[in-house]
């Protein structure tokens, strides 16, 4: 029997290309939240409809606020619902990892509000084998290859999700066969500027740079950009990191980015894929 298929969908332009070419069963979206009001996402009507898609409050996004509307125009580009999903938002997340943060280490962000969402919403909804998409380009074959020699004997991902409560209340976790991967970016040869110069004449608005604002994966040049572009998500992460454990970062505080003084200007097109982190493709 043929397996359904999900095309994961981050906001970036890589993800939006597979669901614009490679229709699937199901089109998934996990959004990142954040509970500081100084952030909150502008405009209070679009905020609604948030809401209601994920079926959970939404003050921000600790990604850029254009990722909303992306998602958007995105599901009326390709003419087929998109299912929002989101996790506890980030704030909650560290609470539970008692006050301490994700890190180059240990990054549990991505997994706890991008995976574990998808996971537990295709465990309730999706009672057979699936096939997942995922927007690694041609270029991006080291990244393929390590996803598939996690693989177990059936070449599916594992993934541990809480699917019920225990009499005492604690909660009840499985090990669940979450996904078989597929890459058809990497099957198809395509690589990013295929997809830059599709996406140009096309209806759907795309953030500057998709992943967290503050991803510490991004160098200290990039985070430093983006905090005059973004001052009040990247003061969350240095609030952040002030009131919990340890730093997002080994080498540098986010408070200090924030306080450089560049000798430079710096241009958008000074940076690129390699410093932005991987959740945004």
């Known amino acids: 029997m043929k397996m359904k298929t999900i095309n994961s969908l981050s906001g970036g332009k890589?993800?939006?290309?597979?669901?614009?070419?490679?229709?699937?069963?199901?089109?998934?979206?996990?959004?990142?939240?954040?509970?500081?009001?100084?952030?909150?996402?502008?405009?209070?009507?679009?905020?609604?409809?948030?809401?209601?898609?994920?079926?959970?409050?939404?003050?921000?996004?600790?990604?850029?606020?254009?990722?909303?509307?992306?998602?958007?125009?995105?599901?009326?580009?390709i003419g087929r619902?998109?299912?929002?999903?989101?996790?506890?938002?980030?704030?909650?997340?560290?609470?539970?990892?008692?006050?301490?943060?994700?890190n180059k280490i240990a990054r549990f962000c991505?997994?706890?509000m991008k995976t574990y969402p998808i996971a537990q919403w295709r465990h309730k909804t999706i009672d057979e084998d699936v096939q997942m998409r995922f927007g690694y380009r041609a270029n991006e074959t080291g990244r393929a290859k390590r996803m598939i020699e996690k693989l177990n004997d059936n070449e599916m991902t594992e993934v541990k999700i809480v699917v019920g409560k225990h009499l005492n209340g604690n909660n009840k976790w499985k090990t669940i066969e979450y996904c078989n991967p597929s890459f058809p970016l990497i099957d198809s040869n395509t690589y990013k500027d295929t997809?830059?110069?599709?996406?140009?004449?096309?209806?759907?608005?795309?953030?500057?740079?998709?992943?967290?604002?503050?991803?510490?994966?991004?160098?200290?040049?990039?985070?430093?950009?983006?905090?005059?572009?973004e001052p009040s998500k990247m003061n969350w992460f240095a609030e952040t990191e002030e009131n919990n454990k340890g730093t997002f970062r080994s080498d540098v505080t986010f408070r200090d980015i924030m306080k450089w003084k560049r000798q430079i200007k710096l241009f958008d097109d000074d940076f690129n894929d390699c410093d932005s982190g991987y959740c945004g493709l």
Not at 34 to 47: G, L, N, S, V
Not at 81 to 102: H, N, Q
């Open 195 to 229: 997809i830059e110069e599709y996406w140009k004449d096309k209806p759907v608005r795309f953030a500057y740079m998709n992943n967290c604002v503050g991803c510490w994966w991004r160098s200290p040049m990039l985070l430093s950009h983006m905090s005059e572009k």
């Open 14 to 77: 890589t993800s939006s290309y597979i669901a614009a070419h490679y229709p699937a069963d199901y089109d998934v979206f996990s959004l990142v939240r954040i509970e500081d009001e100084r952030c909150r996402f502008p405009d209070e009507k679009i905020r609604q409809i948030v809401e209601d898609r994920i079926q959970a409050p939404f003050i921000a996004t600790a990604e850029d606020d254009t990722i909303i509307y992306t998602m958007l125009d995105l599901e009326q580009y």
């Open 110 to 112: 991505t997994t706890e």
């Open 81 to 102: 619902e998109i299912t929002w999903l989101t996790g506890p938002t980030f704030d909650e997340v560290i609470k539970r990892k008692g006050g301490y943060l994700p």
